[in-house]
């Protein structure tokens, strides 16, 4: 069986069986994702950690899938039914629908109106009529009265032939698999106002009347459908197609299934009127609530997807690295709560200044901040970007304009998350004599000089730069949320000897134990030396360094290599490198001509192959390299603070904050972000919005349209987009339009997009509720 899953993820992923069950015995040996990926790709043949992770959540399904089988097949076995036939269908089962299709028939259920006719002994009768039409029902019933058991007269006996037919006939797997596909293709989801929700549900107004083809609902448009369903709002109804012939050709595949044909026979009519009451009763129902949960979980998995990959990009974000860097945490009426941290992130003082009413102490806050810039040598000033963000961004813009010899950059960085962390056990054990709002002022800061080490000490769903986040489950979300930050935080990698026990955590093969138990044992011993020293760290085992001593770096130690991302396993290759070249290791680091003469087929051997060569090659070019990208900030426009100071046709700059399937939110430094829809991310069609821009880029934009009423900004990255009723470049814009309908893959548009376009408007209001309202 195991061969058999093997076989069946290679063909997924489109690589070779042996690499899938390298991986595999390598998971099951203990190893890590982030390790087996940077580690052992002559075993896997170089699969890198998306598909690693794939392989991981697939190989979990599919050995849950064979659990269930071995289940279904006991239990069906304790019955006495197992034909080999079935047994067959079982085996062969690819997914868990399929599964639980064929065991719904044997799967023990309350009791029905079909069993109960089956006890008072009316399954001959159904047979007698589907064998024998010719027989008038009426009179074939009245030999089957059964009083004692409620069927007391004919009428009473066919209709409890009519459910025990009708659960007989919706029992079968291989219709109900093919009714599903069939509803699947052709579906119409539609939805309509509950009538009294119609004022209390106006942000949902866009799917009062609503439908579109199921398999076109994009994930944010169904998971808002499911939203206003639960909240009361709306109703959803899933239609069989775009008009009643599908349903029909449904009702008619029942029949032949059942070998019910209409001959206007004396049981024909009944046998339809059956074949009728199984589609629309006993099937259709059950594939409703199938399909929809089908959409449901379809439109989860991209939500978390999206979710994962915004997070990725804010963690992997440019570090401003080791500087001093004093943190702000706007504030009006409890004033602004300022922290100095040096190079290393430790707090070397705070302060809270009022400049801002009601006391209005600006001059004196200038001092305040001009006194710990001077005292500390602060380089940059990290702002964050909530109420009060904007004054607070001109206060220290006055602050570097009357003293110009400081030499200040200052930026706004977002502060999601930061209160919850703020308020953490793990806060209070870390700054156990600071306020809790000095502890955001520390965090503000600290994410500047680095967002990995800093974002990591807070739960990733608090973090919030996903859509939906809350509508999804929480179990997959934070298991694929948790997957994404292990993988960071081991490809930038972590410096033993300066990180906090929240960073060592998340190294490969260390566990929060661990990870505290390093921190002591640097606390006690100090420093340290070499990555041979972990060893000497209580319960750290073999096993445990293998996994972990390759993303753990240690600068100015005893030993150069344990500063890059060399395997302390591959050091004596190093070692041959060297003897074979005659020179020493001070001599090679960084020495591109010579490295990238190396012959790395040269230095193989049973256990390192070329792969791992050229890996250590490149890592001796430039040891410990950072993966992120440079350190760059967005300048927001002077005077526009505040919604109301945009007016359209503005071009500023700002920073990405989040991006969805439908666009892209942006920081313009007004305390709303504005949207960035899809169609306006290029002039060329995107797909992906990913494909133009990213959390955390600074991108230029033009502001398209400002509804104050409904706090919404309508941005543009065509910044020579007309504005909504210019004439003048109308037809431009129409030229566009029709370039991106000529370039965009796909079929022409059916009867359903209008509808559809429409209720793109609805996404659009949905998602600016979930825009950080600064």
Known sequence: MTETLTRRIADELTVRPQQVQAAVDLLDGGATVPFIARYRKEATGGLDDTQLRQLEERLGYLRELEERRRTVLEQIGEQGKLTPELERAVRSADTKQRLEDLYLPYRK?????????????????????????????????????????????????????????????????????????????????????????????????????????????????ALALFRGRREGVLRLILEAGTDASVADDCQARVARHAGIEQRGRAADNWLAGVARFTWRIKLFTRLETDLLGVLREQAEHEAIDVFARNL??????????????????????????????????????????????????????????????????????????????????????????????????????????????????????????????????????????????????????????????????QSRLARSLEAVVEDCVNAVGVDLNTASAALLRRVSGLSETLAENLVAHRDAHGPFPNRAALKQVPRLGEKTFEQAAGFLRIRGGTQPLDASAVHPEAYPLVKRLLKISGRRLEQVIGDRQFLQSVNAADYTDNRFGEPTVRDILSELEKPGRDPRPEFRTASFRDGVEKPEDLEPGMILEGVVTNVTNFGAFVDVGVHQDGLVHISALSDRFVKDPREITRSGDVVKVKVMEVDLKRRRIGLSMRLQDALPGDRKTHEGNAARKDQVRRDKPGKPADRGRDKAAAAQQGALAAAFSQAKKR
């Open 312 to 473: 990725k990009d804010l963690l992997l974000a440019s570090p401003a690295g080791p500087r001093c860097v004093m943190g702000i945490d706007p504030g009006i009426r409890t004033g602004c709560k300022v922290a100095v941290v040096d190079a290393t992130g430790k707090v070397v003082e705070t302060a809270t200044i009022y400049p801002l009413p009601p006391r209005k102490a600006w001059d004196e806050s200038i001092a305040v901040l001009a006194a710990l810039c001077e005292r500390h040598g602060v380089e940059l000033v990290a702002i964050g970007n909530g109420t009060g963000s904007r004054e607070t961004d001109k206060l220290v813009a006055d602050l570097s304009k009357r003293h110009g010899a400081l030499r200040l950059t200052w930026m706004m960085v977002s502060e999601a998350g930061a209160s919850v962390y703020s308020a953490s056990e793990l806060a209070a054990r870390e700054f156990p004599e600071l306020d809790v709002s000095l502890r955001g002022a520390v965090s503000i800061a600290r994410r500047l000089q680095d967002p990995l080490a800093e974002l990591v000490k807070i739960d990733p769903k608090a973090i919030g730069v996903g859509q939906y986040q809350h509508d999804v489950s």
């Open 109 to 221: 259920k309350r009791r029905t109106r079909g069993q109960i006719a089956r006890e008072a002994g009316l399954e001959p009768l159904v047979d007698l009529l589907l064998s024998q039409p010719d027989i008038k029902p009426t009179s074939a019933a009245g030999d089957y009265l059964a009083p004692d058991h409620g069927f007391a007269d004919a009428d009473a006996v066919l209709e409890g032939a009519r459910h025990l037919l009708a659960e007989r006939i919706a029992e079968s797997a291989d219709l109900v698999g093919e009714l599903r596909d069939l509803v699947l293709r052709h579906g119409v989801l539609r939805s309509e106002v509950v009538p009294e929700q119609r004022e209390a549900g106006a942000k949902f107004s866009d799917y009062f009347d609503y439908s579109e083809k199921l398999q076109r609902i994009p994930s944010h448009r």
